[in-house]
């Protein structure tokens, strides 16, 4: 696809830097395919692919602005942010706010195949800042999210919506003052994977048990991951849990 190319491994086992003529450097990371294809080798060749199809059309139309209706919040972790850190100077080149404790909102990109961390550049040129962007995006995701479901039974409850934003219903406030109704004390939530949104009362230590449960199975086997930690709802908005 790219013969020119340079793949040199880095720090970390499944971290890896592309050199290009006449490109930046850009690091790639291997993890979300690794912890898909792992337990099927018939499907590495076919994942990688699609990864690389993807990844290069992105990296060779750097000039294509997005359409503001594409925009979208993704939830992520501390370690996303120091991942994607420009290594000398230490800026973030994408679009962020924090959420609570290691959970931060990265702005991006829905696109067909892909989804793609909006830049700073691009944010400037679309005449968009934070302030602007937290609405835009929450209403952008409203649209494009399937029906929300339900599942479980008390204490612990799980909700999905498609795949790739379920950790991004935490934005919806609507949402959790419904939920509110239902729940004694204060709501805690828990994103291990961006397809998968926990949650439970504050009060319930049997609920509380088996979302630590939950969590660490998904963190060890899941893909796509997010993040261990609980977030507790107060009227001053999200806050860690512990």
């Given at each position: 696809m790219?013969?020119?190319?340079?793949?040199?491994?880095?720090?970390?086992?499944?971290?890896?830097?592309?050199?290009?003529?006449?490109?930046?450097?850009?690091?790639?990371?291997?993890?979300n395919?690794?912890r898909q294809?792992?337990?099927?080798?018939g499907?590495?060749?076919?994942?990688?692919?699609?990864?690389a199809?993807?990844?290069l059309?992105?990296?060779?139309?750097?000039?294509?602005?997005?359409?503001?209706?594409?925009?979208?919040?993704?939830?992520?972790?501390?370690?996303?942010?120091?991942?994607?850190?420009?290594?000398?100077?230490?800026?973030l080149p994408f679009?962020n706010e924090h959420?609570?404790?290691?959970?931060?909102?990265?702005?991006?990109?829905?696109?067909?195949?892909?989804?793609?961390?909006?830049s700073?550049?691009?944010?400037?040129k679309?005449?968009?800042?934070?302030?602007a962007?937290r609405?835009?995006a929450?209403?952008?995701?409203r649209?494009?999210?399937?029906?929300?479901?339900?599942?479980?039974?008390?204490?612990?409850?799980m909700l999905?919506?498609?795949?790739?934003?379920?950790?991004?219903?935490?934005?919806?406030?609507?949402?959790?003052?419904?939920?509110?109704e239902?729940?004694?004390s204060?709501?805690?939530?828990?994103?291990p994977?961006?397809d998968?949104l926990?949650?439970?009362?504050?009060?319930?230590?049997e609920?509380?048990?088996r979302?630590?449960?939950?969590?660490d199975?998904?963190?060890?086997?899941?893909?796509?991951l997010?993040?261990?930690?609980m977030?507790?709802?107060?009227?001053?908005?999200?806050k860690?849990?512990?």
């Open positions: 790219c013969p020119a190319a340079v793949l040199e491994p880095i720090e970390l086992p499944d971290q890896y830097r592309l050199i290009r003529p006449q490109h930046e450097p850009i690091t790639i990371c291997f993890e395919i690794w294809s792992r337990l099927d080798p499907i590495r060749v076919d994942q990688v692919e699609r990864f199809r993807v990844f059309a992105a990296k060779n139309n750097p000039g294509t602005l997005p359409d503001k209706k594409s925009i979208v919040p993704l939830v992520k972790d501390e370690q996303y942010l120091n991942f994607g850190r420009n290594k000398q100077s230490g800026d679009m959420l609570a404790g290691d959970l931060w909102i990265i702005y991006a990109v829905d696109m067909p195949d892909a989804i793609e961390s909006l700073k550049e691009n944010a400037q679309l005449g968009l800042d934070v302030s962007l609405p835009l929450i209403e952008n995701l649209r494009i999210l399937p029906p929300i479901e339900q599942h479980g039974e008390d204490p612990m409850f999905t919506a498609g795949a790739d934003y379920v950790a991004s219903l935490i934005l919806l406030d609507d949402l959790w003052t419904e939920l509110k239902s729940i004694e204060d709501i805690v939530v828990a994103v994977s961006r998968v926990l949650y439970t009362s504050s009060e319930s230590s609920g509380i048990a979302m630590r449960s939950t969590i199975k998904v963190m060890q086997s899941g893909g796509y997010v993040s261990h930690m977030l507790r709802l107060t009227p001053d908005g999200w860690a849990f512990s």
